[in-house]
């Protein structure tokens, strides 16, 4: 299993935009085969800074996801909204490993 970790650079005035980006890729990724964590947008902090995070199975698991994805009509949609909307200035993608595994149990004070 790898973690595709997707770091945005997003317009900071268009947060709303980027946050329904984020909704859709919350239906379309699960049903084309990965499994999101999540997408995480500014809070605190950085106004421009917003992350994607999900696993799967491989880089060869992933290429055959990305030809779904992109065949997928929210899919389609999304990817297009994106491109016209242009609230996205810059967007880096890393696959890394868990290393850490297996984890203690959590242990609240």
Sequence with gaps: MITCFIRYEIDPFRKDAFAEYARNWGQAIPRNGADLIGYYGPHEGSATTAYGVYNIESLAAYEAYRARLAADPLGR?????????????????????????????????
Aim: no cysteine.
């Design 77 to 109: 949609e999304n990817y297009e909204f994106a491109r016209r909307e242009r609230f996205i200035v810059k967007e880096d993608r890393i696959f890394l490993k868990n290393v850490s595994a297996p984890h203690a149990k959590l242990v609240l004070p």
